[in-house]
């Protein structure tokens, strides 16, 4: 394992030497908004920064980066882009008269295969996220608690049963 120098001079946000191997980074956005960045300078500097739903570090979004989800999603708006996912990856660019490498949001959607939710082992539905649990996570819970795998609605009914039988 090899450390990138550039890790080290700003750890906060993601930069080309994020990308180990040159492969692409796939995440899905969190939110968009723009901020007080503080540069490796000390220079502060409003930046539009785009935060993601996996453990990753947030963004700087270019304009450049900015134009290319607003084409992918036909949408202009910040708040649209919540949910959606976008493939970063590296190119070398002019900058400043050197050639450099910068992060570039890819000119395609992500085709993500979309996880296999666990299913209910009452009613045979799936089991869905629930607040900050995944479905393996819930469905983990319920077979802890419930002794079966339960999506929300029969975990529902099934703790009114637990508490309906304690109450007589």
Same mark, same amino acid.
């Given at each position: 394992?090899?450390?990138?120098?550039?890790?080290?001079?700003?750890?906060?946000?993601?930069?080309?030497?994020?990308?180990?191997?040159?492969?692409?980074?796939?995440?899905?956005?969190?939110?968009?908004?723009?901020?007080?960045?503080?540069? /490796?300078?000390?220079?502060?500097?409003?930046?539009?920064?785009?935060?993601?739903?996996?453990?990753?570090?947030?963004?700087?979004?270019?304009? /450049?980066?900015?134009?290319?989800?607003?084409?992918?999603?036909? /949408?202009?708006?910040?708040?649209?882009?919540?949910?959606?996912?976008?493939?970063?990856?590296?190119?070398?660019?002019?900058?400043?008269?050197?050639?450099?490498?910068?992060?570039?949001?890819?000119?395609?959607?992500?085709?993500?295969?979309?996880?296999?939710?666990?299913?209910?082992?009452?009613?045979?539905?799936?089991?869905?996220?629930?607040?900050?649990?995944?479905?393996?996570?819930?469905?983990?819970?319920?077979?802890?608690?419930?002794?079966?795998?339960?999506?929300?609605?029969?975990?529902?009914?099934?703790?009114?049963?637990?508490?309906?039988?304690?109450?007589?």
């Amino acid at each position: 394992m090899h450390t990138h120098w550039k890790k080290l001079t700003n750890p906060n946000y993601l930069g080309a030497y994020s990308i180990e191997d040159g492969k692409d980074l796939i995440l899905t956005i969190k939110y968009v908004q723009e901020e007080k960045v503080t540069g /490796t300078d000390g220079k502060k500097d409003d930046c539009v920064v785009c935060h993601f739903v996996e453990n990753a570090k947030p963004m700087i979004l270019n304009a /450049t980066n900015m134009k290319m989800i607003t084409k992918l999603y036909k /949408t202009p708006y910040i708040e649209d882009w919540a949910g959606k996912k976008i493939q970063i990856g590296i190119e070398k660019v002019k900058a400043f008269g050197d050639i450099v490498e910068a992060l570039r949001i890819r000119n395609k959607i992500p085709n993500v295969q979309p996880a296999k939710l666990p299913k209910c082992e009452n009613c045979g539905n799936d089991i869905q996220p629930l607040n900050n649990m995944t479905a393996d996570d819930v469905a983990a819970y319920t077979r802890s608690k419930y002794g079966q795998a339960l999506c929300s609605v029969c975990a529902t009914k099934k703790a009114q049963e637990v508490n309906n039988n304690a109450d007589e």
